[in-house]
T-cell receptor, first 111, second 118 residues
Framework: GNSVTQMEGPVTLSEEAFLTINCTYT??????LFWYVQYPGEGLQLLLK?????DKGSNKGFEATYRKETTSFHLEKGSVQVSDSAVYFC??????????FGQGTRLTINP | DTGVSQDPRHKITKRGQNVTFRCDPI?????LYWYRQTLGQGPEFLTY????????KSRLLSDRFSAERPKGSFSTLEIQRTEQGDSAMYLC????????????????FGEGSRLTVL
């Protein structure tokens, strides 16, 4: 079945550091891929998405590229801020917009 | 506020009691989803509705769980004879059931209803 594996956390970085959170997936067919973010005390919200191979999703300085050959969708940001502290979830769409999530990676950015 | 709202935000109950959660989706959304999230894990799919029809149920949804969306608007998730293993955050999400550009897979989540079973 479909599954998503994320880099284990928690991840702690200093402000302005480079961020990578790894995500790999197993799926039948050609799923869409997503990163959702959950800020403290808030609901999950879509950060970015990619719907086909080689697409790059981007938002708020974050980027992720849909790599079919390595079944990966790693999240990157060149310079993180304290306000990026949150839990990040990689997910794939298994049909009918039903999402399969990874376990989440908690990110803490220190000033 | 026109987002997804859930009620109650937190419910503490004793084992064996019944609980019901309510979700009000974004008004124009025809799809509604329920997920369960335990500590340190990602959300797990439970069930989803298109309008008032329940189209899919996960194996996680035992016969103690029932979900309804009677008029295709709000939804309820009821858990009967709660067990300690039911303690989790129950998330509701809604979406437009279309694959038009920009709509593929974007679910809008509520803040969740946290259940604690003592």
């Amino acid at each position: 079945g479909n599954s998503v594996t994320q880099m284990e956390g928690p991840v702690t970085l200093s402000e302005e550091a480079f961020l990578t959170i790894n995500c790999t997936y197993t799926a039948t067919g050609y799923p869409s891929l997503f990163w959702y973010v959950q800020y403290p005390g808030e609901g999950l919200q879509l950060l970015l998405k990619a719907t086909k191979a080689d697409d790059k999703g981007s938002n708020k300085g974050f980027e992720a590229t849909y790599r079919k050959e390595t079944t990966s969708f790693h999240l990157e940001k060149g310079s993180v801020q304290v306000s990026d502290s949150a839990v990040y979830f990689c997910a794939l769409s298994g049909g009918a917009q039903k999402l399969v999530f990874g376990q989440g990676t908690r990110l803490t950015i220190n000033p | 506020d026109t987002g997804v709202s859930q009620d109650p935000r937190h419910k503490i109950t004793k084992r064996g009691q019944n609980v019901t959660f309510r979700c009000d989706p974004i008004s124009e959304h025809n799809r509604l989803y329920w997920y369960r999230q335990t500590l340190g894990q990602g959300p797990e799919f439970l069930t989803y509705f298109q309008n008032e029809a329940q189209l899919e149920k996960s194996r996680l949804l035992s016969d103690r769980f029932s979900a309804e969306r009677p008029k295709g608007s709000f939804s309820t998730l009821e858990i009967q004879r709660t067990e300690q293993g039911d303690s989790a955050m129950y998330l509701c999400a809604s979406s437009l059931g279309t694959w038009a550009a920009g709509g593929a897979g974007e679910l809008f989540f509520g803040e969740g209803s946290r259940l604690t079973v003592l």
